[in-house]
């Protein structure tokens, strides 16, 4: 079965070489031609930094990479650009702060091709640059197990999807386009279940590791809807108010002997601050 592998970019000119790179070298391509295969198809979000630039003199001599470009839409309207344009069978959503095991994308579809899932996740997702002091401080504000990006025993089943048939993704006419943080939520929703886990599929993902970063991503992941409406904006504004902010960074800053987590967290909370009052004042959720 052909796979089409979607990239949305947006500002990610230091990330987006590497992760092409190891795409490039996945096994998954060397099948049979004409019985499978894989395309890599990029969509530029509209960047203001030099990934467009950079995406241009990318060029590999047995892999292809199909650029597309859209104004800035956020990541859903992109994926869902990118889906419209793939020949695959098989969608294969990844973030281009992400490089893969040279397996990756083999043992992700595997449970689609046996016909054991219609959809898949890996919760083989390691961090990294786990080395970086701010990209520790994200693990331990998420409550993830050290080097990795998810708790300790995660389910095997989540709302978000790293692999789905085709048919299933235009069957539910694609993701959600507010530009939110959970835009890639909605196609579980939409769809009425979620996906399983494809073991052995090993990937890496890069946690901020710059406090500009930090304040970036705590902004646009604060610019959501919560389950409990209002309610639920107001628990979160007084989680991230000052005095609970400077409580839990000192209290985890001990815990886990990293002084440097109440700086973490007081900029990661300012940031959510101001997201929410954003969102709340224009409904805008874009980064």
């Not at 990330?15 to 790179?21: D, G, Q």
């Not at 930094?49 to 995406?55: G, I, K, P, W």
């Not at 090993?202 to 970036?216: A, Q, R």
């Amino acid at each position: 079965m052909k796979v089409s592998v979607i990239i949305p970019t947006y500002n990610e000119e230091k990330v987006i070489v590497e992760c092409l790179e190891s795409l490039s070298e996945q096994t998954y391509k060397d099948l049979p031609a004409g019985k499978a295969g894989m395309e890599t198809i990029v969509i530029d979000d509209g960047s203001t930094d030099s990934t467009l630039s950079v995406l241009n003199t990318i060029h590999y001599s047995q892999f292809t990479i199909h650029l597309l470009r859209q104004k800035h839409l956020g990541p859903g309207e992109a994926r869902n650009l990118g889906a419209k344009h793939a020949r695959g069978e098989i969608l294969v959503f990844v973030d281009a702060d992400m490089t893969f095991d040279k397996d990756f994308i083999r043992d992700l579809v595997a449970p689609i091709i046996n016909g054991d899932s219609k959809g898949t996740f890996s919760k083989n997702e390691f961090v990294s640059n786990i080395d970086n002091g701010w990209s520790l401080c994200w693990g331990i504000n998420q409550g993830w197990e050290k080097g990795k990006r998810h708790p300790k025993d995660y389910p095997n089943t989540q709302k978000v999807f790293r692999a789905i048939l085709k048919s299933e993704f235009d069957s539910a006419e694609g993701f959600d386009i507010g530009g939110h943080y959970t835009d890639d939520w909605s196609l579980s929703k939409k769809l009425g279940y979620e996906a399983t886990v494809a073991p052995g599929a090993k990937f890496y993902h890069v946690n901020p590791d710059t406090l500009g970063e930090v304040f970036n991503q705590s902004k646009w992941a604060a610019k959501r809807e919560y389950k409990l409406g209002w309610l639920g904006k107001l628990v979160v504004l007084g989680r991230t108010s000052l005095p609970i902010s400077l409580i839990t960074g000192v209290v985890k800053s001990l815990i886990y002997i990293r002084p440097q987590f109440l700086i973490f967290k007081l900029v990661y909370d300012f940031a959510a601050l101001i997201g929410i009052l954003e969102y709340i004042l224009t409904g805008r959720g874009f980064k």
